[in-house]
């Protein structure tokens, strides 16, 4: 076997010390993968005292990313911290010491993507990422790679566990949002602070990954149209089943039919009962995606959490040593959109929509509520007034349309929400069939 | 862009043409992923004459396959001919001639894999052939790369589109298995020779090309226990769903826990209603599988068909041309197994049984069987005997036992079978729960 490859971690927290682990444990099997031995010659951390999971030998431990920099023997390093700074400027100067670079760090790639792809362009380095979307689902490698004879037509994802987790938590026990979060947080499935997975900013960043991949498109995470799980009620996932749907987050990038253009969401979307989406559950991950010669596909696995996520990212630096991460890099790199990306937006999406309007409850609401929807072009496909149960006076009242532009259906909600017969705030969902 | 690349297709039957299609109509689209363009230059079939659903340019067609071998001009070559002579021989030499080898024919690898493995080695070229396994699922890609960091557990795969069809529409519509066989025939879903699909055959075949890259064992695929769908009846569905189970044509191969022993089955089996295997229907595949680090994936898309399989037919020309498939090969090809494969076989498997017998209908038969599967320490966890409804004297009695060796309960079975009380032949299927 050949001479053994050298690697850093950069990065001991959950997945740092997952990768180290599994690097550590697997050696041998590792080794049989990358055609030779694959050795951590070094770790850096940002507090050298702090109490770890895994026993790393004092010698390897440091605080310095120079000794990574500095050390030519190193080709490989993982870089397993989170957020941008200092993420980006590490990523940065390994790079231009001519390291390869693997990492599990959505936000940093979501973010400054084009500049440090071009920095590793220019020294002739790959960045591999299958980490940082859906942990141990190989769906950068299954998009990539894998269908690259295919012309993406759409890409729905479960990319959140921790939202996901919550939701259908809140569905099978009947909870409310806040205290399944609490139980989520005990539990280790939400962070103490968990506002970037309710809020869907993680998703977002996931799927502006995955369009890049599948459609050539750099789209600015920030622009893609996102709503968190905030707003869910346990009301509205009853009237959600009633319909014959549930309630999950879904990361959505669909190309309109015949064109360049792709339309891109994260938001709560009512999915049908039975769909392999619908039925993901807990903190797994999902991506159900259509080519055009491949048909629909789905894949289903754990998306974050210490080991599927470390497996991963090493197998992300088996593909690194053996020089397949390179060839990936130089040929994603190269892509460009297949025609104008001139109209990113979830507005461009056309589907059914379920609305729920907390109204006053006297005569003739009903009536100027089907007039605005009528006015947009929108017909309705079904309505549940029940009788008010409040002393309020405000009643919910439930909509679900035809197949109708988003364009349409938010112009006709924002109508809504400025007349006299709306009582509190409106909610808008998309609906999935298939 | 670079210097096109130049490829040959061999046959030009469903697959054949659905590739020559993808890369005639998504050129651009593929030339982005390749880096450079793809240009089919010859393509030989067996009769010229013979009429064909894509328009190939008289000048590229010939029937001889020295006009590929002796064209130093073509570098990769589509081996889409099924079967396994001529096909052997036609890869040896291409490979013999330089050329690296994309196929969709999963018998001559099942069959022959260590010798063309070795001419490939020998003459530093790559097959590759993720067509041949589950279509345009990427299973191939996502065990032998993606998944390079874990020790694969199990794998659970429906890899045979026929079969499933048959058994879901079998259930689905209460029909018998030679009525649906002629409507899956009728539909295409079936070959007029359906025997190699519903005898399990093909499932085998895939299922010892899926072991040799999840646990670097080389098995024979005539060594794999085998059983096909043509013993499926009605009244065992009905008895299954009772139980709260489907029967899908389960290939399976599982490490016993802490040991290098693989186990391998095909065979009818049940699967828990509401678990993603069980919910594949038609003529879709599905995998399901188990890793160290990943834990639990699953895979699920169209498994056979032309355009899906032209799919994984196109990737893979891609990934030969791009160098990926040249390394895949080399480090998949260096794969030994981990430990003495010393014992492979389904007796290995502990799992619950479905037992079925058709019995006399007289005293003391229930206590005859009860002792024979007492005899062999396997316990009963339920017992179904209807009332008789024939004039034969003979009632079915099904019994579900516990966790049990299948080396225990096919000897149990054997010594009822070989007693008086049996009048028919008695089934005896695997149980899945998770």
Redesign the interface.
Known sequence: MSEPVRVGIVGLGTVGS?AYR?LAD?A???A????RPVVVERVVVRDLHRPRAVAVPPGLLGTDIGAITRDRSISVVALLVGGLEPARSMMVALLESGKDVVTANKAVLAEHGPELFEVARRHGRSIAF?AAVAG???IV??IG???????IESIRGILNGTSNFILSRMEEEGADYAEVLRLAQDEGYAEADPAMDVDGTDATQKLALLTHLAF?TWVPWGQIPRRGIEGIDLDLMTTAREFGYRIRLLAIAARAPGTARVALRVAPTLVRIGT?LA?TRGAFNAVSLV????????????GA?Q??T??????D???TV???AA??F??TA???P?GPADSLGAADLVERHLLRFLVADRPGVLARIAGCLGEQGISIAAVIQHEAETESGAVPLVIMTHRSPAAAVNAAVAAIDASDVVRGRSICLGVIDD
């Open positions: 997952g599994l697997s041998e099997h590792v049989r993968h990358a055609g299958e141990g689902i190989p490698a299954a790679e894998c269908l690259a004879a295919n012309r050539g392999p039925e080519g055009d010669a491949v048909g629909k596909m789905f894949f289903h696995g754990l959490g080991m599927p470390a497996s991963a990212v090493v197998a630096i088996i593909d053996v020089g397949r060839i990936t130089r040929t190269m892509l460009e297949e």
